[in-house]
């Protein structure tokens, strides 16, 4: 499988992860149809029962289960899932995590822990991502959350999905953010762009990942069990309507 390789991480990392066995998902019993969302079909799935249900998202990796006490030690935090209408389809906004802090040059939603003061989790989004990337809120249209994910870095993540309306305008926050892109939302809605790999001397894990149309990103990790959360929600309203 061609492209499988983020460009930017270290050769180590590179050479291992090239020798991964690695498996596509619209290849396997796991593909699911191809959707073609858009604002308004975004509005009706949060306006729907199914959208409102708020159902926590499962770890779709093969590695340990997370206990319950962890579960319950977890600490809130939020992502925003800001999906821009543009004329060429929607897209949605991600960021390239400061080499100089946690889970350097990885590829994520804006978002951050919840602050006291946030009265609930989609200011906690709504903050991060002004913070973040200078994101204009007036310029956002929150749709709805969907359930929380428990990650194993001990968060209890919301994830809040938002239409961020054009023309704005964004800024990387020194020392956080190191990159701004968007990548097009029917990527993550569409099988062939996921894979599960498995390293060689990690036999008892299996890991998702998902490419985007732009070589040097990719979504793993967290980011991409939400990608896979998001994906089964609107397939919930795409069946009950299809």
Not at 23 to 30: A, F, G
Not at 61 to 78: C, L, M, N, Q, Y
Not at 143 to 168: E, I, K, M, Q
Not at 177 to 201: G, M, N
């Amino acid at each position: 499988m061609k492209n499988a390789t983020p460009p930017d991480i270290d050769p180590a990392m590179r050479n291992r992860f090239e020798a991964a066995e690695k498996i596509r998902i619209h290849e396997t019993t796991l593909a699911r149809p191809a959707l073609a969302p858009d604002a308004e079909t975004l509005r009706a799935h949060f306006r729907s029962e199914v959208g409102r249900a708020q159902v926590e998202l499962e770890n779709p990796h093969v590695e340990p289960r997370i206990s319950d006490d962890d579960r319950a030690k977890a600490t809130p935090a939020s992502v925003l899932l800001a999906v821009v209408p543009r004329d060429s389809g929607p897209t949605l906004l991600v960021t390239k995590r400061h080499h100089g802090i946690s889970f350097p040059g990885h590829w994520v939603y804006p978002g951050g822990r919840a602050d006291e003061n946030d009265r609930d989790p989609i200011e906690t989004a709504l903050r991060e991502a002004r913070e973040e990337i200078g994101l204009d809120e007036s310029r956002v249209e929150v749709l709805g959350r969907l359930g929380d994910y428990v990650s194993h870095s001990g968060f209890r993540v919301a994830p809040v999905v938002a239409l961020v309306t054009p023309p704005f305008e964004l800024r990387p926050q020194p020392g956080e953010v190191e990159a701004i892109a968007e990548i097009p939302l029917a990527r993550l809605v569409d099988p062939k762009s996921y894979f599960i790999f498995r390293f060689q001397d990690r036999q008892d894990r299996a890991h998702f990942a998902m490419e985007t149309d732009q070589n040097a990103i990719m979504l793993t990790g967290v980011t991409v069990s939400i990608a896979i959360g998001f994906y089964g929600e609107l397939l919930k309203t795409h069946t009950e309507t299809g």
